[in-house]
């Protein structure tokens, strides 16, 4: 069983256009994270939600907005996509906020903006 | 802020070389430490990872890091690669600098291991 599952794999679209990727985790896990690996494989997070509240929310342009309808689930949805949106999108997660915790990391969602 | 330098950007070696992966990190009043595995068009896997005690930590597919508070620095080893061992590997901190850290990892640049037969 796949532990944490993001939908789509890849996502090709326009400029301008208006797009969500979703996420799932069957761990158990109050904690979920969204991280954004660009051309040069950086991995930087963008947000962290813990039992459905929003708890890091790093320098992202507020086009991107996540949302988290329940514990297992962090969803994030980018407006009018730019060309500089162009990453590979991961979805995390794990059993807390505690810095010692493990992350669980998804297979990414390769985001093409043309 | 904390910062994670992977000294190597792509490391070549053949099969059944010993490999190591440089990794130094900024001095925290706390931190714990993790190698990443990411394979090709794949998420990231968890190697190992060094919370406290021991400083030489065992993970996964015969890899080991030793941790040393001195020289700030965290390198992933491994005695004998295998082709199937190509593959970026991610260096990462997560530390509590005054204030909860509330799990942000903070990554290394990544390094290229190539293994050639």
């Known amino acids: 069983d796949t532990a944490v599952s993001q939908t789509p794999k890849y996502l090709v679209t326009q400029m301008g256009n208006d797009k969500s990727i979703k996420c799932e985790q069957n761990?158990?896990?109050?904690?979920m994270y969204w991280y954004k690996q660009d051309s040069k494989k950086f991995l930087k997070i963008m947000f962290s939600y813990n039992n459905k509240e929003l708890i890091i929310n790093e320098t992202v342009p507020n086009r991107f907005s996540p949302k988290s309808p329940d514990k297992a689930h962090l969803n994030l949805h980018i407006n009018s996509l730019e060309l500089g949106d162009s990453a590979v999108y991961f979805c995390a997660s794990s059993p807390g906020t505690g810095s010692h915790n493990e992350q669980f990391f998804g297979p990414g969602t390769r985001l093409t903006v043309l | 802020a904390q910062s994670v330098t992977q000294l190597d950007s792509q490391v070549p070696v053949f099969e059944e070389a010993p490999v190591e992966l440089r990794c130094n990190y900024s001095?925290?009043?706390?931190?714990?430490l993790f190698w990443y595995v990411q394979y090709p068009n794949q998420g990231l896997q968890l190697l190992l990872k060094?919370?406290?005690?021991?400083?030489l930590v065992k993970g996964i597919n015969g890899f080991e890091a030793e941790f040393n508070k001195s020289q700030t620095s965290f390198h992933l080893r491994k005695p004998s690669v295998h082709i199937s061992d190509t593959a970026e590997y991610f260096c990462?901190?997560?530390?509590?600098?005054?204030?909860?850290?509330?799990?942000?990892?903070?990554f290394g640049q990544g390094t290229i291991l190539t293994v050639h037969p």
């Open positions: 761990l158990g896990h109050d904690t």
């Open positions: 001095s925290s009043v706390s931190v714990y």
């Open positions: 990462a901190a997560n530390g509590n600098a005054g204030g909860t850290s509330y799990g942000k990892l903070t």
């Open positions: 060094y919370l406290s005690g021991s400083t």
